[in-house]
């Protein structure tokens, strides 16, 4: 199977493509900031060693270590499922083998500011289902809360342990062309990709060995399930016993159901489905062959609508009926709350720097993207006249889906969108097109830029923690900015590497 | 804890997979048997998917039952009896309990799975069938050992257990059935004798043997030629082969002790030893050998009847 795949990949060079090396001086990423290299044929001091290991192997040899990769991720089963017509189908997760270097100084910094971040979200969402502090000091206008979506009034007056709501973040950063972090957006409902940045280490380091050995020191990102699993244990409302912690998935069909399995085997919990729980008692109870046993934390999957059909959305075959009342009555703990993506809204975003000064009188460490909100006339009118240069972006929409990216539509499309906009104003904000920072990737024919984020995991309970790194997501097709596995992204290995 | 669910899974996951080794066997068995008679004869192929339980889809599918098309629907196709097939659902199964199992448990399953995407449709000739057989035999043998080697003996190894042993012991059952049925030409059911065999009888349960790999373990322990009754009687009675019928029983037994609320499982299992254990088969073999295992099979179902409404979601 890897001879013919090989083969195939090398039959279509020719002798002088497979013999050739990386050239970094005609490497190049035009006006944008490439992670690797400063100006053409000199590499950032971080991606020396990378860089100067990519060209001591000819371009043959790195395509044997990419059959080498792909082989690895179909053995070790490592899949996500795409939606279509057809039906749901397992696909072999996409790697890009090149890695991505992030400076230690320069994560730590990141890592601060994260941290920062979700310990004021919480600080907000406890406020907002509680006192409402926030809005009689007229920071955030309540209106804005209020119609959210992802609001529920069903949560009033509940303080979770802690005061946290979101203990897991998945929040997606971008550099721009100075190669500066900025916060894209904070994703709080069921963020995912965690275990596809686990996966792609060990895929790595099969890949790679040498340069974990001599090059770099990289830091390790293995401890994510125990710190998951510590989280998930704090937040037990059963303090004298040994929790019982469950990860509740939507099911095999769901795309992200590698992910909870992995999660789930890698901390030692169960996997569970709607209907292997079961509300008594107002306490939730999994149903093993010894018959009913209590649950006490639910690491749940499954989107607030569907947790629970006796309270949010009757249709719903994946959650369980009692469930929400189990956790108000507090005999059962769910992470993230119910209510917790009140705060993971396009538009709330956009107070996320107000919102950090106002609950810790701190400055931000990570700033936003700058961001026009179509609920406010002035700025509405800006986004309106200069919609061909902007990206706009529905409130509560995500994975890319519905947003219009000025610069590459079409006049119908533009149209569509400012008629969308003038309609529903509350749901819209827009941001300038940030230039994204590039990174190589290895393509059939030679090493080429592409574009980049980071979706780095933070969790908080008694404390909290950053992963070293994140899920690097990378648009293969050239110039794209769509790094979504859904739309065709691929992924990197990312490597916090100590200067020294 | 292990979750109904999880142990429905797992359960089913350890019958495929036995169910796919010894589809494997036989396949293999049948095509070396052939190997071994004169050029004219020719074999009953349709037995081979009465004796998988598939005559139904396969009948609906092929007017006729050919070597090739038999392979075919037996190997590659997409139907729930080929080995391509099963194969697939004992990685669905594992795919979905992926929590419990050890992670290179479940790539050896995803190995096994790919190989067999990718190579059972040459399996159709004889020339590459037999190597395609052997790797998926020597795989399921890997599996085995990779999971008796590192697998806790918790509730979660218990169920691979109870499905392994159910599925091996309803197997056997099978497999013993082809001598019973109308394989060679000349033996021609239930009722017939004997004698009338003809010639290659011995070849025929020489291979049965071959295809539980019992051979070997039979020349030691029973000391005599081959003879049907002997075969039967050490496939079906032995309490001391890992193949046999009641050896498997047995260790469904031993299995059923450490599960909770095992009370109708173990009765009916003890009715299955009764029944296996009473067969007298030098009668049986001169007539109701058929019968006899019919009514093996029925309980074995029935075991596997009890197990689900137990332990399973319902």
């Known amino acids: 199977m890897r001879a013919v795949a090989l083969f195939d990949k090398l039959s279509v060079l020719t002798f002088k493509e497979a013999t050739m090396r990386v050239n970094w001086k005609t490497y190049n990423p035009g006006k944008f900031f490439d992670e690797i290299i400063s100006t ?89 289902y509680n006192d409402q502090k926030i809005f009689r000091d007229k920071i955030v206008p309540k209106e804005l809360i209020l119609d959210s979506g992802n609001f529920r009034k069903e949560c009033m007056g509940i303080k979770p342990r802690f005061g946290v709501w979101a203990h897991i973040c998945g929040s997606d950063l971008i550099k721009d062309g100075n190669g500066d972090f900025f916060v894209l957006e904070d994703n709080l409902r069921v963020p995912s990709g965690v275990s596809y940045m686990l996966e792609n280490r060990r895929v790595a380091k099969r890949v790679f060995p040498e340069l974990f050995e001599d090059a770099y020191n990289i830091r390790p990102i293995t401890e994510y399930p125990a710190q998951l699993f510590d989280t998930l244990a704090a937040i037990s409302p059963r303090r004298n016993k040994y929790p019982e912690v469950v990860v509740l998935t939507p099911g095999v069909y769901n795309s992200a159901y590698f992910e909870h399995s992995f999660l789930a085997q890698r901390m030692g919990a169960e996997l569970v489905e709607g209907n292997d729980l079961v509300v008594e008692n107002e306490k939730v109870y999994m149903k093993t062959i010894d018959g009913l046993s209590q649950v006490d934390v639910i690491y749940r999957r499954i989107d607030d609508e569907f947790i629970d059909p006796s309270v949010f959305n009757k249709d719903s075959l994946l959650g369980v009926s009692g469930l929400f009342n189990a956790w108000v009555k507090g005999n059962v703990a769910l992470a993230n709350a119910p209510g917790a993506g009140v705060a993971d809204d396009k538009i709330i975003y956009t107070y996320i720097p107000q919102i950090i000064k106002y609950y810790l009188d701190e400055d931000p460490i990570l700033p936003n993207v700058t961001s026009f909100l179509c609920i406010d006339k002035k700025q509405c009118q800006h986004v309106l006249e200069n919609l061909d240069k902007l990206v706009v972006k529905p409130a509560n929409e995500s994975g890319g889906y519905g947003m219009l990216i000025g610069p590459q539509a079409s006049k119908k499309e533009l149209d569509e969108f400012a008629r969308r906009i003038k309609a529903d104003p509350r749901n819209y904000m827009a941001q300038p097109l940030i230039s994204l920072s590039t990174v190589p990737i290895l393509g059939d024919r030679v090493v080429e830029p592409r574009h980049v984020d980071l979706r780095p995991f933070v969790l908080q309970a008694d404390k909290s923690y950053v992963t070293a790194g994140g899920l690097t997501r990378v648009a293969m097709v050239k110039g794209s900015y769509i790094v979504n596995s859904s739309q065709g992204g691929g992924s990197k290995d990312t490597w916090i590497v100590s200067d020294d | 804890m292990l979750l109904s669910r999880v142990a429905e899974r797992v359960y089913w996951q350890a019958r495929y997979l036995e169910r796919v080794e010894n589809t494997a066997r036989l396949l293999n068995v049948f095509s070396t048997l052939m190997l071994d008679l004169p050029s004219k004869t020719k074999l009953g192929w349709h037995s081979l998917v009465e004796i998988t339980g598939s005559s139904e889809a396969f009948d609906k599918k092929y007017k006729q039952a050919q070597e090739r098309s038999v392979m075919r629907f037996l190997l590659a196709e997409d139907n729930g009896h080929s080995i391509s097939a099963m194969l697939a659902m004992a990685r669905e199964n594992s795919r979905t309990t992926r929590e419990v199992m050890p992670t290179e448990a479940f790539e050896q399953i995803n190995y096994l799975y790919h190989y067999a995407k990718e190579n059972a449709v040459k399996g159709e000739k004889r020339g590459p069938r037999h190597e395609f057989l052997e790797e998926i035999i020597t795989g399921c043998q890997q599996l085995s050992g990779l999971m008796s080697g590192t697998i806790s003996r918790d509730d979660t190894y218990n169920f691979l257990l109870l499905g ?88 469904l037994k031993v299995i059923l002790k450490q599960l909770p609320r095992n009370g109708t499982v173990s009765t009916q299992l003890n009715k299955a030893l009764r029944v296996v254990r009473g067969g007298e088969i030098d009668k049986l073999l001169v007539v109701g050998l058929f019968d006899y295992i019919d009514v093996m099979q029925v309980e074995i179902a029935s075991i596997h009847q009890k197990i689900a409404a137990t332990w399973f979601l319902n």
């Not at chain 2, 051979?215 to 075969?231: G, S, T, W």
């Open chain 2, 164 to 251: 392994r042993g159910v599925e091996r012991a309803d197997m056997t059952t099978r497999i013993v059935d082809v001598g019973s049925g109308d394989l060679l030409p000349g033996i021609t059911g239930d009722n017939s004798e004997v004698e009338v065999a003809g010639p290659y009888e011995n070849i025929m349960w020489m291979n049965i043997l071959r295809s539980l790999s019992a051979y070997q373990m039979y020349r030691q322990h029973v000391q005599d030629i081959v003879n049907p009754e002997d075969v039967v009687e050490f496939l079906i009675q032995d309490e001391n082969f890992p193949r046999a019928v009641v050896y498997n029983l047995n260790e």
């Open chain 1, 40 to 128: 053409p044929g000199y590499a950032r001091k971080p991606a020396r060693g990378l860089a100067s290991y990519l060209r001591s192997l000819t371009h043959a040899e790195l395509l044997e270590k990419k059959t080498a990769a792909d082989l690895a991720i179909k053995t070790m089963g490592i899949s996500f499922t795409v939606y279509s017509d057809a039906g749901n189908i397992d696909r072999e997760w996409p790697f890009d083998i090149i890695p991505r270097i992030i400076a230690e100084k320069e994560w730590d910094k990141t890592s601060l500011g994260l941290q920062q971040r979700l310990r004021a979200i919480n600080c907000f969402i406890n406020d907002i």
